[in-house]
């Protein structure tokens, strides 16, 4: 029996659908890239925005139409709003929130689905595969030592319980947190994820350790605020800058080269032991996206951001001064509610003043379910257009003075696939500048190597192979 | 105090302060929160939910919140409906517009609020009825000065700008540039975001750094 799973985005969605994934396989499913020739489809939503909920809807009236042929189950899960959750479940045959996967089996069984392995238990097995497993890193390293108290204490549970199957052999992501607490008015993910809930420092290391052991060259921690990792147990787990500083001594003393990011930090709760921890790890790559979303304080009061342009440029100087080499990158949203031209020459000063590597730049547009939904939209869309593309061109500026200065040198990078130029592959340096050369040689895929540069661009650079380095 | 086990909390007294505006006081059922911050509550069974800043204290025993209706909203109508002994769902109480645990008592505090704006202050004074802080209200009529009781003597300012039954005519940013601040006060504002805005001007005018403003917004 076959299923097919349509993942809409972000990278937490993606790294809940290798959670997804895993339990379909010890199901026995194959998964299938064709959804005409899957028993069992399901949708890992997003609400984001409109259009990508509209994608949801599009599909399951295809779907529902194929069951008048053939058997068919249909599962939603993901980031859905209460308003969409309560049409799903009239469209959908399950409807279900990503911490409730663990029990997806269950509900197959409810729902009368013989599944080709029909042990609804299999996912409850941990204790016998426990037993079986060697130890880990982190093990080996006596990390276990940092294991909170209630960390066996079964709260709400999480999607983190279940263990992944990983899409890449040499990058991972591991959820460390889920939920967000900060509100920010033009954002629904308080809605459709809940409170902040941190992941328990002692998987996630041996999670770590496990794709460390296994050679993953590239692991980044997600949460919608990763640096508010810890706070909702009051103490009673680590910082995010002591989690961070264990991963690094763990990668650090493993003998394995790893770069180590994470996603996304909030400036509110960004401190400076963090990025003393990065400076101090060489496994914690140098790069940091820390999103400012408007450089005008006012902007970030309607935004409900609870920062100020000056907390954040005192995080920036905290990198600057620790980690003098590393790249910066952001996001930011032109034309928000109220936005004026004086609101967005703030932000354009930004961009000049943090000398960004790369910014995602979006063009304000309400999202269903956030507080500013219900706002006027009063930026003219030829308006965002405009600033897009001054704030486009601002950031170029600023960005191809740092890829310059990479021309000429040589720089380590992870290959991380074909380029879509014939002949080349791409990848990226630790920094997270894009980088291609000329090679055929697939198998260097998934290592690093290092690179010669020899031109460059604004958010990318091309050079010439000079080793393909055996790293362990 | 003990953490928790559900978040339905049972409706102990509805206290009508204008025909929009109540306060709902409900068991707190093991809920632990900082003044300031806020909770989302939505009746039972239905599917919204709506972000309240706390009106009560962290040591007092039952749980408030202060509620205005709207009449197109999609919570408060159903909230209003209520009567004590009926539930509503609440979630654990989250938020960054708190004051600084080892906050000198002599230190100036200005409390801008519009509306039910005031709900975090009315907090924070219950909490530390010690605070040195002038709390200005900017409502339309003096009827909406909602328990000003609650405030000590002489550090509550309606500030009514349909009626002349305040303690002051006009708005709070009227208020505000007769009243100077000094420049070392904490400001805390919260309310609507337009009031936001233009107190945030007036105080940096008046030398106020922004990182001395701390701001809540409802939407």
């Known amino acids: ?472 | 105090m003990r953490k928790r086990s559900f978040n339905l909390h049972k409706i102990i007294e509805k206290r009508d302060l204008t025909p929009s505006t109540f306060v709902l006081r409900m068991e707190r059922n093991g809920l632990e929160f900082v003044a300031g911050q806020h909770i989302q509550v939505g009746p039972p069974n239905g599917i919204h939910t709506r972000e309240y800043s706390i009106y009560s204290a962290p040591g007092d025993k039952d749980l408030e919140i202060l509620v205005r209706e709207v009449e197109t909203g999609l919570v408060t109508p159903a909230l209003k409906k209520l009567k004590p002994e009926d539930g509503v769902v609440i979630n654990d109480a989250v938020g960054y517009f708190t004051l600084p645990g080892d906050l000198a008592e002599e230190q100036p505090l200005l409390f801008v609020a519009s509306g039910t704006g005031i709900s975090p202050f009315h907090s924070f004074v219950k909490d530390r009825p010690a605070l040195n802080y002038r709390l200005l209200h900017g409502v339309r009529y003096a009827s909406e000065a909602y328990e000003r009781e609650d405030y000590a003597e002489g550090r509550y300012v309606a500030c009514t700008s349909q009626d002349a039954g305040g303690d002051f005519k006009g708005r709070v940013t009227d208020y505000l540039r007769q009243n100077p601040v000094n420049p070392d006060t904490l400001c805390y504002l919260c309310g609507n975001c337009d009031m936001i805005h233009e107190v945030f001007d007036i105080l940096e005018e008046q030398g106020v750094k922004s990182d001395n403003i701390f701001t809540e917004v409802y939407f």
């Open chain 1, 1 to 472: 029996m076959k299923y097919h799973l349509v993942v809409l985005g972000c990278q937490m969605n993606h790294a809940d659908a290798e959670r997804m994934q895993a339990i379909m396989a010890k199901l026995g499913y194959a998964e299938t890239e064709r959804e005409e020739d899957a028993d069992v489809i399901g949708i890992i939503a997003c609400s984001v925005r409109q259009k990508a909920i509209d994608k949801v809807y599009s599909k399951i009236a295809k779907w529902n139409k194929w069951k008048n042929k053939k058997n068919l189950l249909t599962f939603v899960s993901g980031c859905v709003l209460p308003d969409d959750r309560e049409k799903f479940l009239k469209l959908f045959d399950l409807v279900f929130d990503m911490k409730e996967l663990a029990s997806f089996p269950a509900m197959l069984s409810q729902y009368g689905v013989t599944t080709p392995i029909s042990n609804t238990a299999l996912i409850h097995d941990e204790a016998l595969q426990e037993a079986a497993r060697p130890a880990t890193v982190a093990e080996k390293l006596n990390f276990s030592s940092l294991k909170p108290a209630e960390n066996k204490v079964k709260a709400a549970p999480q999607t983190w319980e279940v263990e992944p199957i990983y899409n890449s052999t040499f990058e991972a992501f591991i959820p460390i947190q889920n939920g967000c607490n900060k509100f920010c008015t033009f954002c629904a993910v308080p809605y459709t994820r809940g409170r902040e809930v941190s992941r328990p420092s002692a998987d996630i290391l041996e999670e770590a350790g496990k794709l460390i052991e296994r050679g993953y060259k590239s692991i980044t921690l997600l949460g919608q605020n990763v640096n508010s990792y810890g706070l909702d147990k009051k103490g009673e787990e680590l910082s995010f800058a002591d989690l961070l500083d264990h991963l690094g001594a763990m990668a650090d003393a493993s003998g394995k080269e790893v770069w180590i990011y994470y996603t996304s930090p909030h400036p509110r709760d960004m401190t400076r032991d963090v990025i003393e921890a990065m400076a101090r790890r060489r496994s914690l790559a140098k790069q940091v996206h820390l999103p400012v979303q408007s450089g005008d304080d006012k902007v970030l009061i309607r935004m409900n951001r609870k920062h100020s342009m000056e907390r954040y440029r005192e995080v920036v100087g905290w990198i600057r001064d620790l980690l003098p080499t590393a790249t910066l990158f952001t996001d930011v949203i032109v034309g928000f509610t109220g936005e004026t031209d004086e609101q967005f020459e703030n932000t354009r000063a930004a961009v000049r003043e943090f000398k960004y590597n790369m910014a995602y730049i979006a063009m304000y547009s309400p999202r269903p379910g956030a507080a500013s939904f219900a706002w006027q939209d009063d930026v003219d869309h030829a308006v965002k257009k405009e600033r897009y593309a001054v704030l486009t061109e601002d950031l170029e500026k600023e960005a191809v003075v740092h890829t310059r200065e990479l021309e000429g040198k040589t720089v380590r990078m992870l290959v991380r696939g074909k380029d879509r130029k014939e002949g080349y592959l791409s990848g990226h340096t630790e920094g997270k500048i894009i980088v291609r050369f000329a090679s055929e040689d697939d198998s260097l895929i998934g290592s690093f190597v290092d690179v010669q540069i020899e031109s460059v661009r604004p958010f990318s650079a091309e050079g010439k192979l000079v080793n393909a380095a055996v790293t362990l």
